[in-house]
């Protein structure tokens, strides 16, 4: 059976060395832009760096560099994205892309969008939070000590059953403007999330107060 | 005429002192659980206290503290959101509540949403990027020297027109897979924003490096 092809992209938000069992064994490593600067850090070479180096210094003396122009349609992180679905990526993350600015932030949950709705595995992750979005079906999530589960509607809304959890829901309908899926607690199982319309956000975040 | 009644809502978030401009002369403060830390950072007294009060300790010893039940449907940013609905705000600002864990962040953009819809002229904002919720209609808005103007889809699509910015659209329909509208540039005239369908998050973010 053929290896499932596993990508790892790095955006420029710091990526601390607790994020390593999340890209170790990738087949490949994009370096977005400043993501270079985490690279190096961590003392990962990639294999591709794309930006448009408006904001750093260009990465020289080194094969597998692809600078975009400054003014273009696509995020590096989504052009990255472009990239390794090209490259038959199976499985992805999305790191150094989150808590940051906000619109970076946002954009970064479109990539993630479009990598899930194009057959990839893909999650966008910190030290605090994962997000993965869950297409129409159902889905299992195993429980995680000190860790809350939320679900968000992708559109403006969402129909939802979740069972076997703290705050189950019976075929509820999620909107936009109200954010009722947020911080439940797992049980000793698998949560069950069936989605019935539309698509979610589920993200999994560490149990700790917000300012430190 | 009666002057409008404007409420600043702070979360758990660090708020510095250079927020000051962004709640100065609220007729209402409210400390959301553990947005009260920032308020004492800042010398400023809330008018109501709110929260479930599990990660960290109660306001002892003064009036206005109205403590929620911790299992409940609303975050304590929205139960605040409904409170000064409830009071007649008009205009509010949420200070405290972006850019740390990803749950709270989508949490409290969908009690923007909640708070435009309800009529309030509302934003979210932090020391780098200020969200607003635009519904159906016209929009315009001034241009800001060294900031970005993003939009996203609050549903999962919205249409709109755009001018007098850089990267202009034409009824071109934004949505939840690709993030089309980040990062624009204004130009020196207002920028007009016409949502066509649906509603949109405008963020308007500071251009500065993601690493620092």
Chains 1, 2 share one sequence.
């Not at 260009?58 to 590096?76: A, C, F, S």
């Not at 889905?139 to 000590?145: D, F, I, L, T, Y």
Request: hydrophobic share 40%.
């Amino acid at each position: 059976m053929a290896k499932v092809k596993f990508c790892a992209v790095f955006g420029a938000r710091p990526v601390s060395e607790q994020m390593r069992p999340y890209f170790e064994g990738a087949d490949c490593v994009i370096a977005a832009d400043g993501g270079l600067m985490n690279l190096r850090a961590l003392g990962v070479e990639p294999d591709v760096c794309l930006g448009d180096y408006d904001s750093g210094p260009m990465p020289e003396g080194r094969e597998g560099v692809i600078v975009l122009p400054r003014q273009k349609d696509d995020t590096d992180m989504h052009y990255a994205a472009r990239r390794i679905l090209a490259m038959g990526a199976k499985r992805a993350v999305l790191l150094g892309g989150m808590g940051g600015r906000l619109d970076h932030t946002l954009a970064n949950l479109a990539t993630l969008v479009y990598l899930t709705e194009h057959g990839v595995d893909a999650i966008l992750a910190d030290e605090r939070c994962e997000a993965r979005v869950l297409l129409r079906g159902e889905h299992s999530v195993p429980p995680r000590e000190g860790w809350y589960l939320s679900l968000f509607p992708v559109g403006g809304s969402a129909r939802v059953t979740l069972r076997d959890v703290f705050y189950e829901l019976q075929s509820e309908t999620l909107t936009a403007s109200f954010p009722l899926g947020v911080s439940n607690e797992f049980s000793d199982k698998n949560a069950s999330i069936t989605v019935e319309e539309g698509a979610l956000y589920l993200l999994i975040c560490k149990k700790e107060p917000e300012r430190f």
